[in-house]
């Protein structure tokens, strides 16, 4: 059979800007970029459901009449089970259902984050996390305590600004400093926030070690 589809195209996250109109304040938890892929323009034609295609696998939603493509990237690269980022790829298969019901179509971008990677936030072994940037858009996901049994999270909204105000910012980066992190409460080594300017749609960064120091 002509395989008629269209391959998966890489799509990154661009590159935050540091800081120094509307803002959300988030937690900017260290772990590793990654997205979540579910489109149907990467599925060839005549797919079964379940099948494996391009490193993601195809399924056939119950609200949808046709099939979806689920897969997943790292910062710089698609990825799979085969060909993993700390388990991203095989996570977003074993839950590739689920995770087309609650976000839909789209590249859903966010931090996989928690045991064995950077900080690892003090979380039990083995046990990972993917919190979504989009915190406007999936409120619903957002961590009560940092505990919850939930298979997605966005990043923790620290505060949230009328304008662009330093010392809000500084505020906010203070009270981490003092409190520790909000993803995961009691680990007193967050790395630091986020900014997320409404008006240009971009994303600051403030860290609470080494902000001045310049990074290439």
């Not at 540091?18 to 892929?37: F, M």
């Not at 304008?163 to 967050?190: W, Y």
């Amino acid at each position: 059979m002509e395989d008629t589809s269209v391959a998966p195209q890489f799509r990154g996250w661009p590159k935050i800007s540091r800081l120094n109109r509307e803002c959300i304040v988030t937690e900017k938890i260290d772990g590793t970029n990654a997205a979540i892929i579910i489109s149907n323009e990467y599925v060839p034609y005549g797919t079964g459901a379940d099948e494996i295609v391009n490193g993601g696998i195809v399924i056939y939603p119950s609200d949808h009449t046709y099939p979806v493509w689920v897969g997943a990237q790292s910062r710089k690269n698609l990825i799979s089970p085969e060909k993993d980022n700390f388990g991203f790829a095989r996570w977003v298969r074993e839950n590739a259902p689920a995770l087309v019901d609650a976000l839909g179509e789209g590249y859903h971008f966010g931090e996989w984050w928690g045991s064995g990677i950077q900080r690892g936030y003090g979380l039990e072994k083995g046990v990972k996390r993917f919190s979504l940037f989009n915190v406007k858009r999936f409120r619903e996901f957002w961590p009560s305590n940092g505990q919850e049994d939930s298979l997605l999270y966005t990043v923790p909204v620290i505060d949230e600004i009328p304008s662009l105000s330093s010392p809000i910012v500084q505020s906010s980066v203070e009270d981490l400093r003092t409190h520790g992190s909000a993803a995961s409460p009691g680990f007193m080594n967050p790395e630091g926030v986020v900014v997320f300017h409404s008006a240009s749609q971009t994303c600051y960064k403030v860290m609470l070690d080494n902000d001045e120091g310049y990074k290439g």
